[in-house]
């Protein structure tokens, strides 16, 4: 390739139209602590996704880590090795001890089967990850979390915009919680929000991201400093116009892999996990045992080509330094997610992305 193809390019609206955005905050001089384009981008954002309540957060991480104090989660949380590693990240900043159980051989998410037997008297919670955004099998653990009387948060980073027969899957669970990361699918270059049913609890969230301040004089929480910014919620704001185009053009490319890969003997595409409305935000394909080459020699030659796929996600999250020492790390205890880890590339995908492109990515892992 004349230039290098990365896994994804974040999305940008015009530059113009960001300017009377800015003039606006030049000219009232509020910069944070729940603006105007704070509250307007969370009244925007619960229109557009179908939700009662959401509260914006500087980052996805830190909604996480507060989303877990906000339902004082103590002890061990039942969670995935196969996300990004923020989602564990978020149990350890809270002093619990993640449980890693295995995932589902077709959707690559938690299994439910394999719950409930991982949990203890110490069990407070279930974390699942709505892996590239595909949903998770929400009633069998909403089941599960019933009958042991388990909160449920669900990372929902890939999730946004997702629906099932019933709506936004972000209303699932106790909380939900998502990230406007860069390379996330909705970007506010940095940011996140935590998805909530009532406003008692977004109030608490709210505390909780504000130092645990209640007016200005009483403190109820150690709370932290998670607060959006106007700049980024500004951004939100215009991005959020331009988020139906780009899933459009997100869709086509999701289509042409699909039609282009269909015959390559030991590829899979990962299909959907039943949504109605999906937000492509990643492309995963599986290098399985029928194809020529290893997932790593493929994904080598393809760098070397000037193409960028990234293995998400390699390594397990159970195999860092920090969390291989627990029981549940251990390989017999995540038997899928270790195939997985080991045969998943994530292949480039974003709106400005080429067919043309996407001709030649396919044509060369075809041609292995
Ligand atoms: C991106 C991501 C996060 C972290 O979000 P940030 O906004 O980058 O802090 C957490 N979990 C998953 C699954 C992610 O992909």
Known sequence: MSKPIYVTQPYLPPLEEFIPYLEKIWENKILTNGGPFHQQLEQALCEHLGVE???????????????????????????????????????????IKPVFVDIDPNTLNLDPAKIEA???????AIMP?????????????QKIADNYNLKVIYDA??????????????????????SFHATKVFNTFEGGAIVCPDAKTKVRIDQLKNFGHVGE?????????????????????LQLKYIDQA??????????????????????????????IANYSYFPIMVEPGYP??????????????IHPRRYFYPLISDFPMYRGLPSSHRENLPVAAVAAQQVLCLPIYPALEMSVIDEITRFIAAQ
């Not at 880590?65 to 996300?83: D, K």
């Open 53 to 95: 309540y959401i509260s914006l957060f500087t980052n996805g991480t830190i909604a996480l880590v507060t989303a877990l104090q906000s339902l004082r989660i103590t002890g061990e949380v039942i969670t995935t090795p196969y996300s990004f590693v923020a989602t564990s990240h978020s149990l350890l900043w809270n002093g």
């Open 293 to 306: 080459i290893s997932r790593d020699d493929l994904y080598q030659k393809l760098k070397d080509h000037g």
């Open 247 to 276: 899933l459009e053009l997100r869709k086509k490319i999701d289509v042409a892999y699909r039609e282009r890969l269909a015959g390559v003997k030991g590829i899979h595409c990962l299909s959907d996990s039943g949504q109605t």
């Open 157 to 178: 980073a890939h999730a946004f915009g997702v629906e099932d027969e019933n709506g936004s899957v972000l209303n699932h669970g106790d909380l939900s919680v998502l």
């Open 217 to 237: 004089v009483t403190v109820v929480a150690p709370g932290i400093n998670g607060k959006m910014c106007e700049f980024n919620a500004a951004l939100g704001l």
């Open 118 to 124: 991982a949990i203890t008297p110490q069990t407070t």
């Open 129 to 141: 990850v709505h892996c590239y955004g595909h949903p998770c099998d929400v009633e069998a653990i």
